[in-house]
């Protein structure tokens, strides 16, 4: 009998800020395209409180699906990196 481990996206490899997602890896595609955009945001790509690409910008720079990118941002707001606004768009929060 096989259990199975959901793995936590945090605790996954780490990713760069210039790395593409690559389908046949062992992370799910959303885990190491989170594992980007963390890297971006840690480096200052985006400002804080400023906009992030948006879904569309996401889906064509990484050639991943619209769910992927949702995925994605979702690990983002958990980690308290971004800030989703309905209508507006995602936000990078300000560093503490």
Known sequence: ?????????VETETYGPDD???PQGADHLYVQLA??????????????RRLIPSEKHLMQEYEVGRS?????????????????????????????
Request: charged share 25%.
């Open 35 to 48: 594992g980007i955009l963390t890297a971006r945001i840690e480096r200052g790509d985006w400002e804080p």
């Open 68 to 96: 992927t990118v949702r995925q994605a941002i979702t690990v983002l707001a958990e980690r308290g990196l971004v800030q989703v606004v309905p209508q507006r768009g995602t936000y990078v929060k300000p560093r503490d």
């Open 1 to 9: 009998m096989s259990s199975v481990r959901t793995v936590d996206p």
């Open 20 to 22: 593409q997602v690559d």
